[in-house]
């Protein structure tokens, strides 16, 4: 190799060299170019974040910051909402497709290259080989026009894809290379954060706008509110002054309603029923003139403010909408001027009384549904206002017709006193007194009570009341004292309840210790509690009678009048049921008649009912309870109690049914029906279990006693089931005892020859006498189960019951103890030496079923 050859490869290697040094200083300035640019992109995005206060603008300007790092005039961003599964497109421009408005399903757009980097959370750089092959493998639809070159970066926060930014090509000069896809990743993500800032600030922004119309709105509803109330307590005090005129009272309440609504065309117009007529009492309109065309009294008709009328409803119209209403017939045809037409009807009460209106001829005032409610609202408070000043002028005009009215009331209550004055002399010549007190007899105050009911008819404002006296505990003195005594207790207490009333007032004596007071013109029912406490007061002082103190009281029935009351006999019952109400709830002392009251009477008498009907029906059946001898505990005997299972009420308990069958005597039926059926079903038992020694005990009423048939009846009840006397024991109470004494006597002496055993029932709760002990033929004492309850933990029980025992023997009679709960009492009461015992602890109560297997175990078969 010579120089020559050597000097041009040298030549060659260095220009080799120099060109290679030359490639990457370009590569070197085009990387740096591209740093640079991304510097600035991100300033850029970093400034508008602060720069721009409205998304609108920001999306603009982001648009405007990626084109200046590549090719961008296809471009768009889209927001993905994943909770909602959404897309939105915030901005977009392209050279061929319009910007799908407004919030779109995701699900529309499957398919789509969007979707495709939302659901891959991937950049997407689609060439025209890679959309072939996608579309070939069914990855993708045609979405919009088709491109050349497509390239789409999600928008990441946190984990979760928020959005798309996307530009594309439709030249084939124009591609885009991984290089712009870095780019516009690198874009993307300052843009998430700069996007997240001022949605928040938006979000925070709205929220201030949305609180503050709120607060504006809650203060300019206040101010409406306060304006509304003022205005109808301004309505309110029109009606309370006297003194206004009525056209001035109507333009102010004109001047009130045009604070709330322009109301510069208004008028009232009331409606007169009898007539058929309305009648314009007030008007202000721009269009009609001073005499009023128009605004003249018509009869009803085909108008707008008839129209009201029909409908009785708030009516708002507008021009078109009354043009309707004439082209149907349903009104006249309306005026051309009117723009806005709005009426309300004025009603109180019910009663139709006109109408309001008010009218719009400028298109600047249109009434709306707000307007229409304010305006209806407000009517209700004019309507009462007009009502309160007809009834305070109809007030005035009544006053002015008094002095004509007092001649025709004069000549009217002078016919009054003559009918009374004739009414008077007719009770003069009839007996109308009470023979032994004087007073005023049953006939008389019914005919002043009738008289009574008729004023209250005639006027009413006439009120009376009627007390119903009955004297507590005078039978007491009656059968104490003699009759004599009671007559002059009767005396003193009728002429001292004339003296406790008002002159005007009326006593009267029904009959026995029964007396009622009418008391006329009653300003307040206070006047009649306060008779009836002087009443009851005075009544609670002893009386001295030939000596002798004596101690009464009174049970008060009061009951004022009432316009259903049209006869007297009607208003005293009501009264002696309040009578009774008293003496129930402890008596000296008074209540007044309700209708819960009546109702105890409707009930008691519906009771009443069926308890006859239950007689009639044999619906009454004795429970049996075992006596026992207490030194064995063998079956002695039993107690027979009424029970009643009703076919009306089903099972009936004692205490809700014997006090009603006491009070009206039916006790008697069902006391010997209840014997009748115990003797033939111990008589049943005594052939079946071969024990003639079996015996039932059963209770009688007091009255029983009272009657002389007693003897026979149960003499006849025996024969008829063939029960020997023996086996019969008859319980009466220590009241029995205290009351026609002679007719006990000889009762109980005709029983006990007959062999029938009696038993006295409750010893030691009543009065427990001795003396009665001596005169009447008592076989047995039964002990009071208040007594034997735990007796073994009370001493002093101990002893009354060991004293009780000790009288018995003494007296050559039985003992029976009561409601004997635990073994403890039973053990005690057969320590004592009392002979028989019945309660729980031995058995309760039985049908003749169960009692039947009950006897069976206790006799051993």
């Known amino acids: 190799m010579n120089d020559s050859t050597k000097f041009n490869e040298e030549l060659d ?69 994943q909770t909602l599964n959404t897309l939105e497109f915030v901005y977009y421009i392209d050279e061929k497709d319009d910007c ?10 499957e398919g789509s290259f969007t979707s495709l980097v939302v659901e891959s959370k991937q950049a997407l750089l689609v060439t025209p080989s890679l959309r072939k092959q996608l579309i070939e493998n069914k990855k993708i639809k045609e979405f919009g026009s088709q491109g050349t070159d497509w390239l789409g970066v999600p928008l990441i926060h946190g984990d979760e894809v928020i959005g798309v930014i996307v530009v594309q090509s439709y030249s084939k000069s124009l591609r885009y290379t991984e290089q712009d896809l870095n780019m516009l990743t690198f874009a993307a993500q300052h843009v998430v954060g700069a996007m997240l800032r001022l949605q928040d600030q938006q979000r925070l922004k709205n929220a201030v706008d949305a609180r503050t119309k709120e607060l504006m709105a809650q203060i300019r509803e206040r101010e409406k509110s306060e304006l509304l109330q003022e205005s109808l307590y301004r309505i309110s005090e029109l009606s309370n002054d006297a003194e206004l005129e009525i056209n001035e009272f109507y333009a102010k309440v004109h001047n009130i309603v045009g604070q709330l609504i322009n109301a510069t065309n208004f008028y009232i117009a009331k409606y007169d029923v009898e007539k058929q007529v309305l009648n314009f009492y007030y008007y202000v309109d721009e ?40 082209r149907q017939g349903e009104t006249v045809k309306p005026d051309d001027d009117t723009h806005s037409w709005l009426g309300v009807p004025l009603i109180y009460s019910g009663q139709l ?42 007030e005035r005009r009544s006053h002015e017709l008094l002095e004509q009215q007092v001649k025709l009331r004069t000549l009217a209550l002078e016919e009054e006193i003559v009918q009374r004055k004739q009414a008077e002399k007719l009770l003069k010549h009839t007996a109308a007194h009470d023979s032994l007190t004087g007073l005023a007899n049953r006939t008389v105050f019914i005919d002043l009570l009738n008289h009574a009911i008729a004023c209250k008819n005639r006027k009413n404002d006439f009120s009376f009341a009627i007390l119903f006296l009955d004297l507590d505990r005078f039978k007491m003195v009656n059968d104490s004292l003699g009759h004599h005594a009671g007559d002059k207790l009767l005396k003193i207490i009728a002429a001292e309840l004339q003296a406790l009333v008002r002159d005007k007032d009326t006593v009267a004596r029904l009959g026995g210790d029964e007396f009622v007071v009418l008391i006329e013109d009653l300003e307040s029912d206070q006047e009649a509690f306060e008779i009836s406490n002087r009443i009851t007061e005075f009544l609670q002082q002893p009386f001295t009678i030939d000596n002798q103190l004596v101690y009464t009281g009174t049970s008060i029935g009061i009951l004022f009048s009432d316009e259903r009351y049209d006869n007297a006999n009607t208003m005293l019952r009501d009264a002696d049921t309040a009578m009774y109400h008293a003496k129930d709830r402890g008596k000296g002392r008074y209540e007044v008649f309700d209708a819960s009251m009546h109702k105890k009477v409707q009930n008691a008498l519906s009771l009443e ?9 044999n619906e009454f059946e004795p429970y ?73 005990s059963c209770n009688l009423f007091c009255k029983q006693f009272f009657s002389q048939s007693l003897p026979s009846d149960i003499a006849n009840i025996l024969k008829k089931t063939g029960l020997s006397p023996k086996n019969l024991r008859i319980e009466l109470t220590e009241r029995a005892l205290l009351e026609n004494a002679d007719v006990v006597l000889a009762n109980m002496q005709a029983l006990k020859e007959m062999g029938v055993k009696l038993l006295l029932d409750d010893f030691g709760t009543g009065y ?29 029980h101990r002893a009354i019951i060991k004293t009780i025992i000790d009288l018995a023997t003494n007296l050559q009679m039985a003992t029976v103890g009561e409601g004997i709960e635990n073994i403890a009492d039973a053990q005690l009461l057969q320590q004592m030496d009392c002979l028989y015992g019945q309660g729980f602890y031995f058995a309760k109560p039985m049908s003749a079923l169960d009692c039947t297997s009950y006897i069976g175990s206790m006799l051993g078969n």
């Open 287 to 326: 269009k009609r003139d001073a005499r009023g065309e128009g605004f003249k009294s018509r009869k009803l008709s085909n108008h707008f403010s008839e129209l009201v009328l029909r409908r009785k409803e708030t009516i708002l119209l507008s021009q078109d909408e009354m043009q309707a209403l004439y």
């Open 13 to 81: 290697n260095n220009l080799q060299n120099q060109g290679d040094l030359t490639q990457e200083f370009l590569l070197l300035r085009q990387k740096n170019s591209d740093l640079q640019a991304r510097y600035t992109a991100l300033f850029r995005l970093n400034q508008l974040s602060q720069e721009c206060d409205q998304l609108t603008n920001f999306y603009p300007q982001v648009h405007r910051t990626i084109a200046s790092l590549m090719t961008a005039n296809n471009f768009y961003i889209v927001l993905f909402d």
């Open 624 to 696: 049996f309870q075992p006596i026992l001898r207490l030194e064995n505990n063998k079956l002695a005997g039993f107690e027979a109690l009424a029970r009643w299972q009703s076919r009306k009420r089903g099972f009936v308990y004692p205490n809700d049914f014997i006090p009603l069958a006491e009070e009206t005597d039916l006790i008697l039926e069902i006391d010997l029906q209840i014997i009748e059926a115990s003797c033939k079903q111990v008589r049943h038992w005594q052939n079946i279990f071969n024990d003639d020694q079996l015996y039932v």
């Open 353 to 394: 009384l006109g109408v309001m209106v008010i009218q719009s001829y400028s298109k600047t005032t249109t009434y709306s549904k707000q307007d229409a409610e304010l305006l209806n609202f407000v009517s209700q408070h004019v309507s009462a206002a007009i009502k309160r000043r007809e009834l305070a002028d109809f």
């Open 609 to 617: 009912a069926d308890i006859r009907e239950a007689i009639d029906w």
């Open 100 to 109: 799908p408005i407004g919030v779109i399903d995701f699900d529309e757009y």
């Open 768 to 796: 427990s006498s001795l003396s009665y002990l001596h005169r009447f033929p008592l076989d047995v004492l039964k002990i009071d189960r208040s007594f034997i309850n735990n007796v073994h933990e009370h001493d002093n």
